[in-house]
């Protein structure tokens, strides 16, 4: 998503969700791994909007309307599969999921997380990142994953 094309701004969503599923394609082709029709149902479901999703939400809607419907344990390995490849982040202050902005680059994760809509971004921004590496650095750590989550008031809600 470009910083122009944000949650908070007027924009074709359903834009999102498809180049979200064909960078995934990509991905899992040249990874040599399975993007298999559950798990690209799951992500897109994740994506179906810019606010995270519990994986009971998502078996809720893939259970809706089916004779045979899937198991809890479906959903958590199709999240746990994506969660792998980069495609989707666990936002652990609310136990949910959203889609990965940018899965093509290795990166460690920053979101805004609104706490009246739940809309919620990833960022990226080099000072963060930076201070992160520094802070580590002075005490001889090496930092393997980062995921900060930050909760607030988005533009939207903040005017209303």
């Avoid at 979101?111 to 520094?134: G, M, Q, V």
Wanted: net charge neutral; proline share 6%.
């Amino acid at each position: 998503m470009s910083k122009t094309n944000t949650p908070y701004t007027p924009h074709n969503h359903t834009a999102c969700i498809q180049q979200a599923l064909s960078e995934a394609r990509v991905i899992c082709h040249k990874r040599g791994v399975r993007l298999t029709p559950i798990r690209e149902r799951v992500l897109e479901l994740v994506w179906q909007n810019h606010c995270p999703v519990g994986a009971y939400e998502i078996l809720a809607v893939l259970t809706q309307g089916e004779s045979k419907p899937a198991q809890p344990p479906t959903v958590y390995r199709a999240l746990d599969f994506l969660q792998e490849q980069g495609l989707v982040h666990r936002l652990s202050s609310i136990n949910a999921y959203i889609g990965c902005s940018h899965p093509n680059t290795a990166h460690n994760s920053c979101f805004l997380i609104c706490t009246l809509c739940r809309t919620t971004i990833e960022i990226e921004h080099p000072a963060i990142e930076n201070s992160l590496k520094d802070c580590a650095n002075d005490h001889g750590f090496t930092i393997a994953d980062t995921s900060i989550e930050l909760a607030g008031l988005c533009t939207n809600c903040r005017t209303k």
